[in-house]
């Protein structure tokens, strides 16, 4: 990565574990894709006390070589599953690698187009 990772954490304490996570989930997406020129990771813990049973909420930033770049921000609010730290990370790459994974279907020209009627009725 050609900037060095930018890590901010809310609302608890940022963790050797947490650093651990975010660069270990940063580099499946490099190995996959190619450098990473910047990266941003926003944690916020739910506001006040954890024990209402709300979600994390993970916003990942990737800079990609030649303009490229993910963003994800919103976190779904229905699944429970998000108010474990750990999970909420892992899946907010996850969300982030799916983004890029499409993204390149789009350039090699594997997805899916939608082709005008007129061009269905021809030929």
């Given amino acids: 990565m050609e900037s060095p990772l930018q890590l901010e954490v809310h609302g608890i304490k940022s963790t050797d574990h947490v ?7 940063l580099s499946k997406i490099e190995k996959r894709f190619g450098r990473t020129t910047a990266c941003r990771v ?4 739910p ?20 303009g490229r770049e993910v963003n994800v921000g919103h976190t779904p609010q229905n699944d429970n ?12 790459f996850k969300r982030a690698l799916r983004q890029l994974s499409d993204e390149a279907e789009q350039l090699k020209g594997h997805a899916k187009r939608h082709v005008p009627k007129e061009m269905n009725d021809e030929g």
């Fill in 42 to 45: 926003v944690v916020r813990a």
């Fill in 81 to 92: 599953r998000l108010t474990d730290l750990d999970f909420a990370i892992n899946d907010a």
């Fill in 47 to 66: 506001n006040g006390h954890h024990q209402s049973g709300d979600p994390f909420d993970v916003n990942v930033r990737i800079a990609l070589p030649a």
């Fill in 19 to 25: 650093r651990d996570l975010v660069e270990k989930n």
